[in-house]
Every structure is written in C-alpha cells, then in structure tokens.
C-alpha cells in the first residue's frame, strides 16, 4: 500500500509529529510513503519531515507541488486531494495496488496499522475502504442541521487511477463543497465501510479517563458528535488537531489504583 501524507503550510507542524509517531510504533515497512508538500512549506521542515519519515519508511518520492490554493478549508483541501490523486496515477502509484491519503490529522494506535488496513482492503474487493458517514449541512433560513446522503470521509483508501475510475474527480478543484462530499454519490456505491477508523472530526485535548482514552470538541460548532471515547479495535483515529493523542500514546500507562484499604 502506498501511504500518501499530504502537507500543507496549515498542519506541517502535525505532520511532523505524525512521521515521529508512525516510526516509534515500528514505521510502515513493507509499504511505502508518498510526501507531497504545498509551495509554502519551508524546506527546513520539509527535510524534517522528510527525514524523521525515512526513518519508519522507505520513501517511493518527494513531491513539492506548484503554487495553489492555500485559502483555506475547503478549497485548499480539495486541491491538495486532486493534486496527490494525479501524483499517483501519474506514477501508478509505485507498484502499490491501492493508497492512503493518510491527513495529517490522524493518529495510529496499534503498531501493525498499515497492514490491517491491506489485508481488509484485499479482502473486500472494493475500490474504495474508508468511513461512510451521515452527510451533515445547515440550513441557510433557520441554522438547524440536517442529512442527507452520506459520504465516505476523504481519509481512506484509493484504487491506484482514481482521476480516471471518478468522472466527477476533474471537477474537485472547482467545488465550494468538500472533495469527500462532492464524491459521494459515485464513490459510496462502491466502498467498503470499515470499523478501523474511528472517526473523530475536529477533537482534541485527548487524555485517559481511567481505563479509557477520551477527548473533547476542538471547535464548537462540531458540539459531542464526533469526540467519542476510543474504541477497541481500531487501527487509526482521525481527526485530532492538536497532536494530544500522540502525546497520550507515547506515555505510559499508570496502574489503576486498587480499591483496596
């Protein structure tokens, strides 16, 4: 499998803590890594970044894309997504028979993550394995919340010609909506929901609570519906924006104390 972390000047920060985290859990071999770097990082992090996921890794390539959209969520988003897509099939995909875009944001719990995610992705005989989730808007009028349809989250895992097997791909970049939103119609038919993703949007200030790993809401308006207490399981959390997940893990963890007098 071929594991793409995409960086931008917004999480380069988190990114470098992902590599550090990835590679103290035992790195990602036999799969391989794809770093693709927007214009603005500066290239002392870039070769950080580079350097602390070598260690965990062996590196298929470096890219450092052309200037972009940098203006935020969702634009920014959707044109590093479209961006990495093309990097990949450009190349196709280094030998590899599918790829992670693996957001700076989530979190590996079990050393043996990437190949959990390739047995079951080879298992499942679908082009797409990720989170299919509730697609949330607001209304305009009155504010209050609604779904409709559902989405698989951008975080998951690609056939190696995405550009080519998703027609609605080429207009990505153009979209006011999230690029995993704007897909849903296409991409959902034809994925495989997994439960080794815990899909925490938007937490941070992750901490145990005694024999559990919890966190809170990093935003208010995302309010309890995604900060959930870790599951058992799981291979990876996505979502943590402040790398205290990471922080937790790499402690150790206290004895319980006995109710004993």
């Not at 590899?96 to 944001?105: A, I």
Request: charged share 25%.
């Amino acid at each position: 499998m071929l594991i793409a972390l995409p960086v931008s000047k917004a999480d380069y920060k988190l990114a470098l803590q992902l590599v550090e985290h990835v590679s103290r859990i035992g790195g990602i071999r036999p799969h391989k890594w794809l770093l693709v770097f927007t214009h603005n990082i500066p290239d002392k992090e870039r070769k950080a970044i580079e350097a602390r996921a070598a260690q965990g890794g062996d590196i298929a390539e470096t890219v450092v894309l052309e200037p972009m959209d940098e203006s935020g969520w969702p634009k920014s988003c959707n044109a590093l997504f479209f961006e990495t897509a093309r990097v990949v099939e450009k190349a196709g995909a280094y030998g590899e028979p599918c790829w992670y875009f693996f957001e700076p944001d989530n979190t590996p719990v079990v050393p043996q993550w990437a190949d959990l995610f390739q047995r079951e992705y080879t298992q499942a005989r679908k082009p797409y394995l990720g989170v299919i989730h509730d697609t949330w808007y607001s209304s305009p009028s009155t504010g209050k919340r609604f779904t409709k349809g559902r989405h698989m989250v951008g975080t998951g895992i690609y056939p190696p010609k995405l550009l080519s097997a998703c027609r609605l791909m080429r207009h990505v970049k153009m979209t006011p909506w999230a690029f995993d939103v704007f897909l849903q119609w296409e991409v959902v038919p034809q994925t495989h929901h997994t439960e080794l993703i815990q899909h925490n949007w938007q937490t941070a200030k992750y901490r145990r609570q005694g024999a559990s790993i919890v966190c809170s809401p990093n935003t208010p308006r995302t309010g309890d519906l995604y900060s959930q207490p870790l599951r058992e399981g799981i291979a990876v959390v996505h979502g943590c924006k402040d790398g205290s997940l990471i922080k937790v893990l790499s402690e150790p963890e206290q004895p319980t104390k006995s109710n004993k007098k």
